[in-house]
């Protein structure tokens, strides 16, 4: 996917995210829509560095640079909320586009996409990103609804209540 589709999925995801966290819709859910959408835009753009440093697809569109990302807080206690970003850009371009990513580069240079994509000059592509979109808030708001109630009865049926 080009910069305009990995922008457009991260500012969508954003406010999709900020409306799941705060759903309100008042000044906090806002707040939240900017304090995270700004980091994980930042992330979505990241990836494609490597089409100027490194092998584009591959350097810095593996799960290496990912963990690296998701540590990074909690080793220098800033960056949080970058690595959404990050994974959004890797979900798209797997999902969204025709060629793939090479997600265990550097031990291997093959490249993994869903037959789901499209050619980053099609006309579908804003479509197709949208649509990834959309499957990425339905996944998040399983997480943020679905799994603190079945943690909650897991538990529950563990200690026999
Ligand atoms: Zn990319």
């Known amino acids: 996917m080009n ?14 995210l900020g409306y799941l ?8 859910t806002f707040k939240t829509i900017i304090m995270i959408g700004v980091p994980i ?22 799960l290496p640079v ?9 080793v220098f206690g ?13 979900v798209l371009d797997v999902a969204g586009s025709k060629r793939g990513i090479a997600l265990f580069y ?3 240079t093959q490249e993994y996409g869903l037959p789901t994509g499209v050619t980053v000059s099609s006309k579908r592509a ?11 808030l339905a996944l998040a708001a399983m997480v ?12 529950r049926q563990l200690v026999g209540l």
Do not use: C, M
């Not at 910069?3 to 999709?16: D, F, P, R």
């Not at 494609?48 to 810095?60: E, I, N, Q, Y």
């Not at 800033?78 to 850009?89: D, K, P, Q, R, S």
């Open 41 to 62: 835009t930042l992330g979505a753009l990241f990836p494609d560095v490597d089409t100027a440093f490194g092998k584009h697809r591959k350097t810095l569109h593996n």
């Open 21 to 28: 966290f705060v759903p309100v819709g008042d000044v906090e």
């Open 78 to 90: 800033n960056l949080e909320y970058v690595w959404i970003g990050v994974l959004t850009h890797y």
């Open 106 to 108: 550097p031990i291997s």
């Open 126 to 136: 804003d479509f197709v990103t949208a649509v990834v979109t959309v499957g990425e």
């Open 144 to 155: 943020v609804f679905e799994l603190p109630q079945l943690v909650f009865e897991l538990g």
């Open 66 to 74: 990912l963990l690296g990302f998701v540590a990074f807080p909690y």
């Open 3 to 16: 910069k305009k589709g990995h922008v457009l999925n991260a500012v969508l995801l954003s406010i999709g």
